[in-house]
């Protein structure tokens, strides 16, 4: 039997939004986005610093691994015992640099080596980057995506973030805090 969402009662309703809330895979992906965040920043700064590719991989990785150690351990799996920390974090370093190595081995494909094929695959290449939204005087944009080369560039990291925060869960909830 159906019953309309409009007559299940209020308290009722808050309990599940409560309950939703407090949800693990809630919590994950809300730090995960955060964690995320901290590393597009992160590797984003370092990128238009260093003017190179690798280099920022490494730095945003040991910001944002030990970033994320602390909000999975106490805030997404609520694991407040202190004394497994030291096996946890190692075990999670351990499981971040498998991840950290499909990082450095997608950038490496998709930027540094593969780029053109990339470029010419989603078709950057026939993008006028002088008209809209790349032509208005946002020197942000124009910053970080100025032409085909640095849109794939964005185009890799965010593909790559979204395929580290799936194989990250995982990693976490069966390897590590389990």
């Not at 490494?58 to 015992?81: E, H, S």
């Not at 030291?86 to 075990?91: D, F, K, N, V």
């Not at 080369?149 to 799936?166: E, F, Y």
Request: aromatic share 18%.
């Amino acid at each position: 039997m159906f019953i309309p969402i409009f007559v299940i009662d209020k308290a009722f309703k808050e309990n599940m939004l409560k309950h939703y809330l407090k949800s693990e895979k809630i919590k994950y992906l809300f730090w995960g986005i955060v964690t995320t965040l901290v590393y597009f920043v992160v590797r984003f700064v370092a990128m238009a610093l260093l003017h190179q590719a690798m280099l920022p991989v490494l730095i945003a990785q040991i910001v944002t691994v030990l970033f994320a150690f602390v909000v999975n351990k106490f805030f997404v799996f609520a694991d407040n015992q202190s004394r497994h920390v030291l096996a946890q974090l190692l075990r999670f370093i351990a499981g971040r640099l498998f991840v950290a190595g499909i990082d450095f081995l997608l950038t490496y494909i998709m930027i540094e080596r593969y780029s053109r094929f990339f470029i010419h695959l989603l078709r950057l290449d026939i993008i006028n980057f002088q008209t809209f939204p790349f032509g208005l005087s946002w020197s942000w944009l124009h910053g970080w995506i100025h032409d085909s080369v640095s849109l794939n560039a964005v185009i890799a990291v965010i593909l790559i973030q979204i395929i580290a925060v799936v194989v990250n869960y995982f990693i976490s909830k069966f390897m590590i805090f389990d």
